[in-house]
């Protein structure tokens, strides 16, 4: 017996925000979701599985019309031919009272009631699945409580939308124990929520399969599904097969010394370089993370924008299309001893040094705040949207635009003191 076990789809998640990004790649991005769950009924035939488990999240949110709902028919209408079975559980985003809009499930797709556990019998496999749904996006209670003991003359599925005992960056949605999840006597238990790929524990087996398409630039890495073979009522193997279209990465670019603005990008290339061969042929979105002391460092944020660009550019070169710059972090470290301007006896040295150690006091912190909130709530919506929003009453964006300010005015004063630490 084979089976799949996928979770948090999240189909044509909205993605908010990607307009303001430069040269993004908006329609490959947004289109990512349905051609990941392409991708992972494509598989499903090919191997030919009993069966697929969707672990809550398929949708991400009510739907702006009936196409979301109308593509996922079509790919079960796929696997009906073929006569394999879909067993679904709703999530936290695709609660009972979070879709308005419905249609009819195809035949061979089952969705487990948000009322109580509901246990469904695949006979010819011997093959009980327990689940229970989401009837509201916040549950705060563990389910697994009334989940039904295993059936000891069958292998045992519990199917599950849950935070467990807790994991970073989720919400603690319906929470539980891995001792509650072994005491119920399952072979494997098939979690969804948490869109890193984990396996709590084996034997019996309790996994993450992740997501199947990462959104955004924390998601990094294979996303993808787990396939599940068994025999003779033991799970035999289980693989984590890739099924994104898109590939997130984490580029971080060591720059300890680097004086020029052209040493920078001579060290950020390979980076890239390096990024993308590991993406396969799916585009690759990648965030470089510029990092170390050096002597560019407040010119590196002085000239942003250039920075940027000439970064987007180099990935045009490496990439050939197939590779996107999402954002680029300066996150550099200025160095005394590579500024000689700034280690300077004198007025001009003073005066650098109290721009470079200007922070801002609480009180005026707080003033600050109060000043931009108006400002706040002029900015156009697709800067206050998205996973990197601009928000400028929160704390740590004056903060970064203090240490721009800060930037701007070394560069300048160093660049007319002929001590630029770096090139055009």
Known sequence: MKFIHAADVHLDSPLRGLERYEGAPVE???????????????????EAVDFVLLAGDLYD???????????????????REAGIQVLVIA????????ITRMLRPPENVKIFSTREPETLILESLGVAVHGQGFATRSVTEDLTRAYPLADPDLFNIGLLHTS?????????????????????GYQYWALGHVHQREIVVEDPWVVFPGNLQGRHAR???????????????????????????????????????????????DRVEPVLRAAASHAGNRLLAARLRLIGPCAIHA????????VVNACRALADSVGTGD?????VQIDTQGTLSELPSLARNDAFGGLLR?????????????????????????LPAELRAGEDAFDPTQTPALQACLEDIKSLLLDRLLGQDGDHGGTE
């Open 299 to 306: 010119r590196l944020r002085a000239k942003r924008e250039q």
């Open 61 to 79: 949110g009510d739907w702006k019309d009936y196409n979301t709902g109308l593509f996922f028919s079509r790919q079960m209408a796929r696997l």
């Open 164 to 184: 467990l005992d807790g994991r970073p960056g989720h919400e603690p949605y319906a929470p539980c124990g891995l001792d509650g999840l072994l005491s119920r």
């Open 28 to 46: 490959d991005l947004r289109g990512a979701t349905r051609r990941a769950f392409e991708n992972l009924a494509d598989l499903a035939l090919n």
């Open 323 to 327: 590779l996107w710059v999402e954002k």
């Open 354 to 378: 109290a721009i470079r150690d200007l922070e801002l006091q609480p009180e005026r912190l707080a003033s600050l705040l109060e000043d931009v909130a108006e400002l706040g709530a002029k």
């Open 91 to 98: 999530g936290n985003h695709d609660a009972a009272s979070q």
């Open 219 to 265: 998601e990094t890495g294979s996303k993808g599904c787990s396939l599940v073979r068994v025999e003779d009522g033991r799970v035999a193997g289980i693989e984590h097969l890739s099924m994104d279209v898109v590939r997130w990465a984490a580029c971080p670019v060591d720059l300890t010394d680097a004086a020029t603005l052209d040493e920078v990008y």
